[in-house]
């Protein structure tokens, strides 16, 4: 990066610490505040706050400011041209973690990509006594580097063979954790959101507080993830941008997860469409606040929630799918009066203590005087006592005219007695609010202790992977396991359907003008038709990968096309069902079917999951990210779908036994054939990682073989009017593709008989039902059946094609759908050859794995397409650990895979910092690492590492892609006094006199 964003210049702006002039009046609390003050332009000019829409836009001025109890301030860190965000105070109460947008001027964003800042942003920290300020990061980037041309210097500008992101790097959400760590959030790797909506792809992070041991700990995050945020039990929360599958792109959810990655869990779910989730806190009795607002329109400002951090024991963590199972939750509406909303799956004890007020994309409502609008709410901070800061703006708090955006924001710093109902915006406590300024981000400048009765969170043990949870995991393993007790134990249904347009059962409707009709696979629940538990045969484990930008330069933007915008492969098709002996099904101990599994998996490889029938279609799609850290066992979900239910214990099933046979996919993927003797499916297994179906390679090579005869346009009338020989181009898409796969718009064959004549819900086009292969015409005719468990009688169809007109009397046009009609195609006695059982298998996983296409060979591009290896391989060092080593240091062992195109075993590096079997510091080490597992290897130190601060091992292996995974990992063999020198504790004295800096 460039010398100007090194930590002396920063400096320069921080010790300028203005002194601003006292008040006459004095603070209602007794400790300093550190908050972010922002430029505001009066009443009439809106201004830019960061938020899930642009997490990387804000106004250049932004000032780290201390507001002292006697009311009078510091800046300790000036904006200039760039801005400060996401301040966050030390467990000690010493330092102030921050990130800085370097430079945020107009001129200096890249209006092609989102106005995303040419400089980027970092993490720094600044003692409170001293004004010492750290730089914690410098803009590291770490792409796919089989995924383009990088250079990995420069994702700006380098020369036109490169590839670019255009745009800097971003650093942010710093959060410090338990044993000198820091997690944060980064763009370094180079991603961008799968179906947009928000820009670039931050991912998590942690790290040593001085820069060490960097760690992705969250690989599923391929997306976005937001504000990490410390909890007492050692566990961080943050804000997840939800939009797998088909879910709507606007939807964040708050998660849990270890510091190190593992045990991920949801907190408040995205399921309030098309709201967000976002900013969260802990107050000092342990319970939670969370922000709930709509996003883009309202600058981040909405209602505040309280929840306990955990339910009573034996209590479900959530309520039901249906919202009528859910409690309300008060809010006061744009129109002045209370109007409670109900969502799915509502936390336990969740409750708003802001009911003044809502998060919706309206105007905040008029309160008492009958002519001010009462504000809405953001950035809420755990505060001494129990009490809550937050910042908050009076007027309507949304950008749009409904019915007003005037005046605009003026936001201020406020506290709220014992985190409180606030009815009124009297019950507020103000701290700051100057007209001139928009004041955010309040954060006491106290020790942890003083808020949460400790010195600091509890300090979860770091990921051990010493092969001690499981015997197919043995110490130093790149793989996890993955599992569940139970399919039975599910709520995939729709918990919302409109009860005006509820013609399909309580499920999404065929095809209606109906907006909102029903939550099924848009925001709650997945379920793919009717069906009912004794239909669940199987699971398939699907892997999904993030998508690099390549934003300029050679191949860039993205060279294939899904329903979901995600490459997804199948890992594997695992049989549930089990039978004893005798041939009589195994139960569970509620009584059930046994339906549990357990599988080894590559590490940090995303997945979900998909509910199989016996023919290998999606019956329901877990419709978010999942992912296991290496030596992690994962079999606590205690059902499929199961948010509000007890837990079936996993130790319970015949999956936890001894005898049962693990299925391996790191190596192998079981797929489901036909029938058997018996009837059931049978299994076959491809002796690869894992397995696609794509267009050009799989699916047009039999429809030129077997369908096309009749399906010509050299027909003037083509049997249903489809044309599956048109080749030539439709925005970069072919047309036997288009009219599959794509064609919402019914530019092809017969229409839908809905007034707008377009095709909704989750059809593609009269064909295809996206991820719902069993809901898909194109699949009925070719198994020759209706799959989706209705008959042709329970709903009406035109008896012309796209002719509503011919409806039956009576019908109307948002209850009709198709009917199975004629024959399996291709027709019996046509003279082309018809499919086999396999191959009709492979139309249903190419339909439920989203009618993936490698549009990019058509461009030159297609090795950057479908089939492009965009994950790079899982390395991870388990000894030597991070930080204090266990002693003695007598070897290196470290575990590597790669899930798809494999490793290149030739690349493999390992140095070291000190001396290794003679071997100078520094030197190639690779040629002592001996195999000693199921890809694990170590070096054997005949002397083991002497005594030392600070030593350093580093491994890195590419992949045959050209991925390539770097870890460094330091240690210490001493016990080292951190801070010795009091800088730490604040006795400035002893550090000036040290000499530290």
């Given at each position: 990066?460039s ?5 002396p ?8 610490a203005?002194?601003?002039?006292a008040s ?6 007794d400790?300093d505040?550190v ?5 505001r ?10 938020e ?10 932004a000032?780290?400011?201390l507001?002292h109890?006697?009311?009078s ?17 030390s467990?000690d109460?010493?330092w ?11 001129e200096?964003l ?12 970092d993490?720094?920290r600044?003692?409170v ?10 803009g590291e ?15 700006l ?21 338990p044993?000198g760590?820091?997690a ?11 179906k ?23 690989p599923m995050?391929?997306s ?6 410390i909890?007492?039990?050692g ?15 606007r939807?964040?959810g ?5 510091p ?8 408040v779910?995205a ?6 989730f976002?900013?969260?806190?802990q107050?000092?009795?342990?319970d ?11 600058n981040?400002?909405g209602?505040?929630y309280?929840m306990?951090?955990a ?7 959530f309520?039901g799918?249906?919202?009528a199972?859910?409690p309300?939750i ?11 909303f109900r ?16 998060a919706?994309?309206e105007?905040a ?20 006592e ?14 749009l ?5 005037l005046?605009?924001y003026?936001s201020?710093?406020?506290l ?10 009297d ?15 309040p954060?006491?400048v ?15 043990p770091?990921?051990p992977n010493?092969?001690?949870l499981?015997?197919e995991?043995?110490?130093g ?26 013609d399909f ?7 209606t003008s ?16 009717k069906?009912?538990d004794?239909?669940?045969?199987a699971?398939?484990?699907?892997a999904?990968e993030?998508n ?6 050679p191949?860039n933007?993205?060279?294939f ?8 492969r199948?890992?594997?098709e695992i049989p549930?069902?089990?039978t ?14 046994d339906?549990?599994?357990?599988a ?24 978010t990210?999942h ?13 499929c779908h199961?948010?509000s239910?007890q ?7 015949a ?9 391996d ?11 058997v003797?018996g009837?059931?499916p ?6 690869t ?12 090579p039999?429809l ?26 439709y925005?970069?898409l072919?047309g ?12 092809w ?6 007034p ?5 819900q ?13 809901r ?10 209706r799959l ?20 039956p ?11 199975f009609?004629?024959?399996i ?13 396999n ?11 989203g ?30 650990r991070?930080?204090?080593?266990a ?6 062992r470290?575990g ?7 490793l ?7 140095t ?10 520094g030197?190639?080490?690779?040629d002592?690492?001996l ?16 005594p030392?601060?600070?030593?350093d091992?580093?491994?890195?292996v590419?992949d045959l ?37």
């Amino acid at each position: 990066m460039s010398s100007s964003k090194r930590l002396p210049w920063r400096c320069s702006i921080a010790l300028v610490a203005l002194l601003m002039a006292a008040s006459a009046t004095a603070q209602p609390v007794d400790y300093d505040v550190v908050y972010v003050r922002q430029p505001r332009y009066g009443d009439d000019t809106n201004t830019i706050w960061p938020e899930i829409f642009h997490p990387a836009r804000a106004e250049p001025g932004a000032d780290l400011v201390l507001l002292h109890p006697d009311d009078s301030e510091e800046v300790l860190v000036a904006g200039g041209i760039g801005s400060v965000t996401d301040p966050f105070v030390s467990f000690d109460g010493q330092w102030i973690y921050y990130s800085y947008f370097y430079d945020l001027r107009p001129e200096s964003l890249n209006y092609q990509r989102g106005d995303l800042p040419y400089e980027g942003a970092d993490v720094f920290r600044i003692h409170v006594v001293s004004r010492q300020i750290e730089q914690l990061t410098d803009g590291e980037f770490t792409p796919n580097t089989g995924a383009g041309n990088w250079d990995e210097t420069n994702p700006l500008d380098p020369p036109p063979e490169f590839n670019r992101l255009g745009y800097g790097i971003l650093n942010l959400g710093p959060c410090p954790l338990p044993g000198g760590r820091v997690a944060f959030t980064s763009n370094r790797n180079g991603f961008t959101p799968q179906k947009g909506y928000t820009n670039p792809t931050l991912q998590l992070f942690v790290m040593d507080r001085d820069g060490a041991n960097v760690t992705p700990i969250a690989p599923m995050t391929i997306s976005s993830a937001l504000h990490p945020t410390i909890l007492r039990d050692g566990r961080i929360l943050f804000s997840s941008h939800e939009d797998q599958g088909l879910r709507d792109r606007r939807l964040w959810g708050i998660w849990a997860i270890y510091p190190d990655g593992r045990n991920w869990q949801p907190v408040v779910s995205a399921f309030r469409s098309p709201q967000a989730f976002h900013f969260m806190t802990q107050l000092s009795g342990g319970d939670l606040v969370v922000e709930d607002y709509y996003n883009l329109n309202n600058n981040g400002f909405g209602a505040l929630y309280r929840m306990p951090v955990a339910p009573p024991p034996g209590s479900p963590a959530f309520h039901g799918a249906f919202p009528a199972d859910n409690p309300e939750i008060v809010q006061t509406v744009g129109g002045g009066f209370l109007y409670p909303f109900r969502m799915p799956f509502t936390p336990y004890g969740m409750a708003s203590i802001t009911p003044m007020t809502h998060a919706g994309d309206e105007a905040a409502p008029i309160g008492i005087d009958g002519v001010t609008r009462v504000g809405k709410f953001t950035h809420p901070s755990g505060a001494p006592e129990g009490d809550l800061l937050v910042a908050w703006t009076p007027g309507p708090a949304n950008d749009l005219n409904r019915p007003t955006p005037l005046p605009y924001y003026d936001s201020g710093l406020y506290l709220v007695p014992d985190a409180a109902e606030v009815w009124s915006p009297d019950d507020l406590v103000t701290l700051k609010n100057d007209p001139a300024y928009n004041e955010a981000w309040p954060r006491a400048v106290v020790s942890y202790r003083d808020v949460h009765g400790v010195d600091q969170p509890a300090e979860i043990p770091w990921l051990p992977n010493d092969g001690t949870l499981h015997a197919e995991l043995p110490a130093g393993t790149p793989h996890g396991l993955v599992g569940t007790s139970s399919f039975y134990k599910r709520e995939s249904f729709p918990g919302w359907v409109t009860s005006w347009a509820d013609d399909f059962e309580g499920l999404d409707a065929f095809n209606t003008s109906e907006n909102g009709q029903s939550s099924n696979w848009g925001s709650q629940g997945s379920d793919a038709g009717k069906y009912s538990d004794s239909e669940i045969w199987a699971v398939r484990v699907v892997a999904m990968e993030p998508n690099t930008h390549r934003s300029y330069g050679p191949n860039n933007g993205r060279q294939f096309d899904s329903h979901a915008g995600e490459r997804l492969r199948v890992l594997g098709e695992i049989p549930l069902r089990k039978t004893d002996g005798t041939g009589a099904p195994v139960l569970d101990s509620e009584g059930n079917p046994d339906t549990s599994f357990l599988a080894r998996i590559p590490a940090d490889v995303p997945f979900t999951f998909q509910t199989l029938d016996r023919r290998g279609m999606v019956l329901n799609m877990a419709q978010t990210w999942h992912q296991v850290r290496p030596g992690e066992v994962r079999t606590d979900c205690g059902g499929c779908h199961a948010h509000s239910q007890q837990p079936l214990d996993f130790e319970l099933t015949a999956a936890a036994e001894a005898s049962y046979q693990t299925y391996d996919l790191a190596k192998d993927t079981p797929l489901l054939t036909g029938d058997v003797s018996g009837g059931d499916p049978g299994l076959m297994v491809a002796h690869t990682s894992a397995v696609d179906v794509e267009f050009y390679r799989d699916i047009r090579p039999i429809l030129a073989r077997s369908c096309v005869s009749c399906h010509t346009a050299a027909d003037p009338n083509p049997p249903a009017d489809l044309i599956l020989d048109d080749t030539a181009l439709y925005g970069g898409l072919p047309g036997d593709y288009k009219r599959l796969a794509d064609d919402q718009d019914a530019d092809w064959g017969h229409p839908p008989v809905i007034p707008n004549g377009i095709w909704r819900q989750t059809n593609a086009s009269r064909y295809v039902r996206m991820f719902q292969s069993r809901r898909s015409l194109l699949i009925w005719k070719i198994f020759g059946q209706r799959l989706d468990g209705w008959a042709n009688a329970d709903h009406p169809t035109e008896t012309v094609p796209g002719d509503a007109a011919t409806l039956p009397a009576g019908a109307t046009p948002n209850e009709a759908d198709l009917d199975f009609t004629g024959t399996i195609m291709p027709p019996p006695g046509s003279g082309v050859p018809a499919l086999t059982d396999n191959e009709k298998r492979m139309f249903a996983r190419w339909i439920d794995l989203g009618c993936p296409i490698n549009s990019g060979q058509e461009s030159g591009s297609g090795a950057f397409g479908w089939f492009l290896d965009d994950l790079r391989p899982t390395l991870d060092i388990s000894l030597p650990r991070p930080g204090p080593a266990a002693l003695p240091v007598d070897r290196i062992r470290f575990g590597m895979v790669d899930n798809y195109s494999g490793l290149d075993l030739a690349t493999l590096s390992v140095t070291a910092s000190w001396s290794v079997e003679g071997r100078p510091a520094g030197t190639e080490l690779a040629d002592l690492a001996l195999p000693t597992g199921d890809g694990i290897w170590e070096i054997f130190l005949a002397q083991p590492v002497p005594p030392v601060a600070s030593a350093d091992v580093s491994v890195e292996v590419y992949d045959l892609q050209g991925n390539v995974t770097r870890v460094k990992r330091t240690f210490s063999t001493l016990e080292v006094a951190i801070f010795s020198d009091g800088f730490e504790s604040g006795d400035v004295a002893a550090w000036s006199s040290s000499g530290g800096g």
